[in-house]
């Protein structure tokens, strides 16, 4: 589970799985890129994924996906 994967890279303080926080820090700039890439698109469909983040790409774009449709309803 994520908690148990972050307690096992942070120990007291420092960084204990560099691999699995330089992956987490990618996967966090990713979001601003994906942010930004929608913006400039307005379509989630044309944002593509940056290598190391695609789970986050699914999810962002499913996301944008559900928010975008539930703004449509409105």
Partial sequence: NMIQSVNSTLK???VANRDFYNKAQKAVKACDEYANKLIQSGNPDDIDAISGA???HDQFVEAAKIALDAA???
């Fill in 12 to 14: 007291q303080g420092s």
């Fill in 54 to 56: 695609t789970i986050n």
């Fill in 72 to 74: 449509k309803a409105k």
